[in-house]
């Protein structure tokens, strides 16, 4: 049995690509039941379709609020019943009723709690770090707040900028993710305060 994932996208989709790839290997342990998004025409759609994947859309401007369009987004996923729910470059917030019905990691190109929000490599430059990277967490309510399940640090260069240093994170970012989701898929998730283990609880 493998598990079920959901993944959600708002863009160029070059990690849902990495976890399409791995997931045709069996031994893998995951399969994407579904790839959905928050805005139409997005190349993250398009793998999906290349890939033979279920897709959807719900944009928030097709609904009378914030709040009605987060519970169709839910909706939407949860009737793939997916084991877990996976945000890869997916720039919008979702809501703790969201987060209730679905289990839900997302990656963030920076290492958390440094440099939340929709710039992790712009503020990363701005500030002068040396050292960067890309966080899976779980999510929770904050903005990229939820409880660290793998990290991965990425040398800024001198020359960087933002594209030029985004680029290297996510080379770095999609095997960290693809990685982490297989050992998900394959052996659990265990969160503990904000603590998060791969694996069987602690005895
Ligand atoms: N409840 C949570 N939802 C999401 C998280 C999270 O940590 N908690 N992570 C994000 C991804 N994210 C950065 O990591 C992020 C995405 C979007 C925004 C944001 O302010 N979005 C605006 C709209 C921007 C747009 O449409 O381009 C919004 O939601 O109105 C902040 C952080 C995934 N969701
Ligand atoms: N705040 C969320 C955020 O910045 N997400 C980032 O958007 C990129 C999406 O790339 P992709 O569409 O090629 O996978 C990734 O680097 C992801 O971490």
């Known amino acids: 049995m493998s598990t079920r ?6 863009g160029a989709g070059t990690n849902l ?3 399409i790839d791995a997931c045709a290997d069996p031994a893998y342990g995951a399969r994407i039941a579904a790839v959905g998004a928050d805005r139409d025409g997005i190349e993250g759609l398009a793998r999906a379709d290349r890939a033979g994947i279920a897709t959807f859309v719900a944009r ?10 987060d519970r169709a987004l839910a909706d939407k996923v949860a009737a793939f019943e997916p084991d877990l729910v996976v945000l890869a470059g997916f720039m919008k917030l979702v809501s703790e009723d969201f987060l209730a019905r679905l289990t839900t990691v997302n990656t963030h190109p920076a290492l958390c709690p440094a440099f939340p929000g929709t710039n992790g490599p712009a503020a990363a430059l701005a500030y002068g770090v040396k050292v960067t990277g890309a966080t899976l967490f779980v999510v929770d309510g904050g903005i990229d707040t939820g409880p660290i399940v793998a990290q991965v640090a990425v040398p800024v260069e001198d020359d960087d900028d933002v594209e030029s240093l985004h680029e290297r994170i996510k080379v770095a970012e999609r095997q960290m ?3 982490a989701v297989g050992r998900i898929a394959r052996d ?3 969160v503990e305060g904000r603590k998060v283990r791969i694996g069987t609880p602690a005895p």
């Open 177 to 179: 993710l693809v990685d």
């Open 5 to 10: 994932i959901v993944v959600l996208v708002s």
């Open 188 to 190: 659990g998730l265990v």
């Open 17 to 19: 690509q990495a976890l």
């Open 60 to 69: 928030v401007g097709d609904f009378s609020s914030r709040e009605h369009w």
